[in-house]
């Protein structure tokens, strides 16, 4: 009898855009694992239904993305301490009985990837509340910066968000604001924005180019397109800035990992996720 293949994949609403199946499958065939990853578009109203039923389907585990990266956390029958101090998931392995595991990759790989970038933050701005922003704020904490401020159009989950983190890391003084504005980025020196903002080609610029100056790093969590409006400011007002490629890469190769048990191909990761934003 042949067994039949694993299946991985992303579960999110909208997913379309997602460069994980090549980096994943690439890493899969590498590594001659016989499993498949694909996305996995689903509804809120779909998304109980669709964990609740990951065994019947194959399916091995998932990455996790927006709007469900706190949303899922009911439905996980156990959280990795990661996932219990940041309150968020991105990555779920389902075990031969069904139980479900949460992981988080998303701050460790956040933070590798400000290392490679050699961007050492002491005063941060964010931009979102939500699950990514969860993971950007632990992984900061752990970097001991000296203060994050917050922005989001919902101020109760920006307030959540300081409430949640200022006595995990008594030494960072956090800080919530009403408008973007308020996020005093002349006193920042990274700027990240960790909301969907920016995915979409109407989508505005939160930020005024004027507010943008040379000490202050930009990072886009969006990776595709691959050069958001913000992005687009902080090229033309000649900082540094990245996208959320390599955030990408290193939290999907701990991903890996964790579906797998085993090392991640990293370069065969990093040479298919290139060859997929050139196609973008």
Do not use: W
């Not at 301490?81 to 139980?99: H, P, Y």
């Not at 909301?195 to 180019?209: K, Q, R």
């Not at 507010?211 to 397109?225: A, E, K, S």
């Amino acid at each position: 009898m042949t067994l039949k293949s694993k299946l991985f994949g992303l579960v999110g609403f909208p997913v379309k855009h997602s460069l994980s199946p090549r980096m994943h499958n690439a890493a899969f065939s590498a590594l001659k694992i016989k499993a498949k990853y694909k996305l996995f578009e689903v509804r809120p109203e779909q998304l109980e239904g669709f964990l609740g039923n990951l065994k019947k389907n194959n399916i091995a585990g998932v990455n996790v993305t927006i709007p469900y990266k706190e949303k899922v956390l009911p439905y996980l029958n156990s959280k990795s301490l990661g996932v219990r101090e940041i309150g968020a998931v991105n990555t779920i392995v389902a075990a031969k009985d069904g139980k479900l595991k949460g992981f988080n990759t998303d701050a460790p790989g956040f933070s590798r990837h400000l290392k490679v970038l050699k961007v050492i933050p002491r005063k941060a701005a964010i931009i979102g509340a939500g699950g990514a922003a969860k993971a950007v704020c632990f992984a900061l904490g752990k970097n001991k910066v000296e203060e994050i401020c917050i922005y989001d159009i919902d101020a109760y989950k920006s307030l959540g968000l300081v409430s949640q983190f200022k006595d995990v890391f008594s030494r960072v003084k956090f800080s919530a604001v009403a408008r973007v504005e308020e996020l005093n980025l002349g006193d920042k020196d990274l700027l990240v924005n960790a909301s969907p903002v920016g995915m979409h080609a109407d989508d505005p610029c939160l930020v005024e180019g004027k507010m943008l100056h040379g000490r202050l790093f930009v990072y886009d969590l969006i990776y595709n397109p691959a050069e958001t409006r913000l992005l687009a400011a902080a090229k033309k007002a000649g900082i540094r800035f990245s996208n959320g490629l390599g955030m990408l890469l290193y939290q999907g190769i701990l991903s890996f990992g964790h579906f797998t048990g085993k090392d991640a191909p990293v370069e065969t990761m990093r040479a298919a996720l290139e060859k997929g934003v050139r196609k973008l």
